[in-house]
């Protein structure tokens, strides 16, 4: 490690989700702002920030409910109303203060409910 290099020495390498949906879930990862790395008929790969990468891995049924992962991004309120303008459905903002986050919900195709955190990150490199 580089002697200047203040990112924390850990990362999240990978998630998982699982879709029966594969083309309309892989459209809604990249509606919402992931990257393609790789696009696929049985896995797909994403990528998010931080170098964390998204497997998205066509199964022929799943249990729809909690994705099994949370996202959070700088601008809450930004990413909710461009979200609603997509016709993504968000649920509405609700604030959590005894953690000091607001949140919503979207449903991507397959049924998976992704929830959205505003951003507390410490300001120091990730």
């Given at each position: 490690m580089n002697e200047h290099d203040q990112r924390p020495l850990v990362g999240v390498a990978h998630v998982v989700l699982q879709t029966d949906r594969m083309e309309d879930s892989a459209r809604f990862l990249r509606t919402i702002g992931m990257r393609s790395i790789f696009d696929g008929p049985q896995v797909s790969v994403y990528e998010m920030r931080g170098g964390t990468h998204l497997i998205l891995m066509l199964e022929d049924k799943i249990v729809a409910g909690d994705a099994p992962f949370d996202l959070m991004v700088d601008d809450l309120h930004e990413t909710h109303q461009r979200f609603t303008s997509l016709g993504l459905a968000p649920s509405p903002?609700?604030?959590?203060?005894?953690?000091?986050?607001?949140?919503?919900?979207?449903r991507e195709p397959a049924g998976h409910d992704i929830t959205f955190y505003s951003s507390h990150a410490s300001g120091k490199p990730t």
């Open positions: 903002i609700e604030a959590l203060p005894n953690i000091d986050h607001e949140v919503f919900r979207v």
